[in-house]
């Protein structure tokens, strides 16, 4: 068979779910045999997706491809309609790494080992199907299903107030699905013709005020996953209480989806609304970059401090998504990934110290670094990351952002005066409280009431190979920034050039009072004005 017209993707989403399934038929007392079977059916799902996007994806197209569409249910119009576009691939293959290491991650896990490793591959299938899905009902479908075993990891195999946390992470993700339930619909209904094929509803005429309403519905249920303010009180207790791989995913995937939905909803299908709701985003991504840096300097808890620091690091995301500009979307895009891996291995690391240490309570330890020499340096590089050090993949992702929203001649120059020196005070704060961290774990006197081995403390060769996974991209995209932009490019110029079509039309609308003050309506010549017009067709 021709690889380009075998469905990898149906593939991809559906041996995770299969193989779990098949779980409770494996025979095996201790989980040995179990954990084994989920580390190779994770494995064997990534590599087939670096298969099918190194021989059948186009990295200089910008439409979607590995387009599989079936007629699944349809009584009620839902399809399975996958494929994938510079947006969703380079996340896909996100997910299938930082899944992949957090099964490796959980080889320690003894409490109900089946059902553990049942879960992180439901899941995983579960998580892709998000980021491929073309059909809004099984967009939806596949995000409620992710919801359940993130609760089951979370309530069952957490810390002292697991049950406290998973509730909270339950009842505000699912009250949030249902505004894309309600949003959905109302767009799906929208018209002379009933569909929830997600290509056709983004090139219906809405109303703009029914649009706006759209808007901010996908926007409350996007942005509780971001996170954004003040949507993001679930966070730090869940990443609080969740086991190290149950945190690394939260972190690396979960958080991401949020950001992908934002993209793909909110400014590829309701570009009209978005020129109204685009300041927010920025005045909310500040916020975010402030709050959470202060929040995350507050804490003792070494994974809740790491928790604040992602609903910061998501803030830049916000302004990248608002800025309209083709580095800033790139930036958001890459800050997403980029955030996915540092996140994920400094709450692996989080996990290793843990298992050592038996708290996470950063006053109870200190003087670690001399019986966790290799921990303390691995840490160290994953806090240069998340502080932007230039050479990591966080100084790009951010210096892009930054970039794209000072050069954009959508907003006023003092509203991004405003915007570009807020975020800065963030980017201050982001070393303080890091390497604030690292000194109280690992510096100063060792606290009397831990009882470190010095010969089987230090990270051991399972945990160094997990790390480094995730450190050398890190590095890698920090040095030579195209390995994951030229995954995306020509996806974010498309989506800037369709975001900024609209443009034209609203400068000559006359803008409300308050965005009089912060917005300024770019003047395109008409010859820019038809150039972004052949773009966008």
Not at 100 to 112: D, E, G, M, R, Y
Not at 243 to 248: E, I, Q, T
Not at 405 to 422: E, H, N, P, Q, R
Request: neutral net charge; contains cysteine; glycine residues 8%.
């Amino acid at each position: 068979m021709n690889p380009t017209q075998f469905p990898w993707l149906t593939a991809i989403i559906l041996l995770p779910l299969v193989a779990a399934l098949a779980i409770p038929l494996i025979p095996d007392k201790e989980g040995k045999t179990v954990r084994w079977y989920g580390l190779g059916v994770a494995f064997t799902d990534f590599a087939l997706m670096i298969y099918a996007f190194w021989h059948s994806y186009n990295f200089q197209s910008s439409t979607f491809q590995l387009v599989e569409n079936y007629s699944w249910i349809p009584q009620l119009g839902l399809n399975w309609s996958v494929a994938v576009d510079g947006l969703s691939m380079p996340l896909v293959l996100l997910t299938g790494l930082i899944n992949t290491l957090a099964i490796f991650a959980a080889w320690k896990v003894t409490n109900k080992p089946r059902l553990f490793y049942g879960l992180m591959l439901a899941m995983y299938s579960a998580q892709l199907g998000v980021f491929v899905a073309q059909d809004l009902l099984l967009f939806f479908l596949m995000w409620e299903i992710e919801l359940v075993p993130v609760y089951l990891l979370i309530s069952i195999w957490g810390g002292p107030k697991r049950r406290y946390a998973a509730t909270k992470f339950i009842i505000y993700t699912a009250a949030a699905s249902i505004f894309i339930l309600i949003a959905g619909f109302a767009m799906a209904f929208s018209g002379d013709n009933v569909t929830f094929d997600m290509a056709t509803l983004g090139m219906k005429e809405y109303p703009k005020a029914f649009e706006l309403l759209v808007y901010a519905g996908f926007l409350i249920a996007f942005g509780v996953k971001l996170p954004i303010f003040p949507l993001h009180t679930w966070l730090p207790d869940a990443h609080g209480e969740a086991s190290a791989p149950g945190s690394m995913i939260l972190a690396g995937v979960l958080l991401k989806m949020g950001g992908y939905a934002l993209i793909r909803f909110n400014v590829e299908m309701l570009p009209n609304a978005h020129v109204t709701f685009a300041p927010v985003l920025a005045i909310l991504g500040v916020v975010n970059i402030v709050y959470g840096a202060c929040c995350a300097f507050a804490q003792t808890n070494l994974k809740r401090r790491l928790a604040y620091s992602s609903i910061a690091h998501m803030g830049f995301v916000l302004i990248g998504i608002a800025s309209y500009t083709e580095l800033g979307i790139s930036g958001a895009v890459l800050q997403m990934v980029s955030h996915g891996l540092i996140a994920a291995s400094l709450f692996f690391l989080s996990g290793v110290t843990y298992e050592r240490t038996h708290t996470l309570m950063m006053d109870k330890m200190g003087g670690m670094a001399k019986v966790m020499p290799r921990t303390f340096a691995l840490f160290t590089v994953g806090s240069m990351a998340s502080l932007a050090l230039p050479g990591m993949s966080g100084f790009v992702g951010e210096l892009m952002v930054f970039i794209g929203i000072a050069t954009s001649d959508v907003y006023s120059s003092s509203f991004k005066v405003v915007v570009v020196l807020l975020s800065a005070v963030g980017v201050i704060l982001t070393p303080i409280y890091l390497l604030s961290m690292l000194r109280q774990v690992f510096y100063g006197n060792q606290s009397e009431e831990l009882h470190l081995d010095a010969v089987i403390a230090d990270v051991k060769p399972r945990e160094l190979f997990i790390t480094a996974c995730l450190l050398l991209p890190i590095i890698g995209i920090g040095f030579y920034p195209k390995l994951a932009t030229q995954t995306y490019d020509v996806k974010t110029i498309e989506l800037a050039a369709h975001a900024r079509q609209v443009l034209p039309v609203v400068a000559h609308q006359q803008p409300s009072s308050l965005y009089s003050r912060l917005v300024t309506a770019p003047t395109l010549a008409s010859s820019e004005v038809e150039s972004l017009v052949n773009i966008s067709k």
